[in-house]
């Protein structure tokens, strides 16, 4: 399930030609809770941090990470792909009760 969060996703080149190199930069926002705080009535609050993150383009993925608990609230991302072909670009963080962020670009190879 997507929730309702619009992650700022930037690529420094919309237009790239085949076998450039594009970065990209995103920053999402997203409520953390790290399981180590107890509610008033003493019962540990259960973790909620993402702990996957993927991006593909036109369908591929071109990187994936793994997050753990030192993760920040609201983590910022970037890293770089080669352009092969043009199509939408699809970022996808994944909290840890399943749930999803998912944001798009879309990058034109010519």
Not at 19 to 40: S, Y
Not at 51 to 62: E, I, R, Y
Not at 70 to 95: C, H, M
Request: hydrophobic share 40%.
């Amino acid at each position: 399930m997507a929730t309702a969060v619009k992650p700022r996703i930037k690529l420094d080149k919309k237009e790239a030609r085949k076998g450039d190199i594009v970065e990209v930069k995103a920053l999402v926002q997203h409520v953390m809770e790290t399981g180590q705080r107890k509610d008033a009535q003493g019962q540990t609050i259960p973790r909620k941090i993402l702990n996957k993150f993927s991006c593909t383009v036109a369908g591929k993925q071109v990187f994936a990470a793994d997050f753990e608990p030192a993760i920040s609230a609201n983590p910022y991302i970037q890293f770089k792909f080669r352009a092969t072909e043009s199509g939408p670009v699809v970022l996808t963080w994944t909290d840890d009760d399943g749930s999803t962020i998912v944001g798009e670009e879309t990058i034109t190879v010519v």
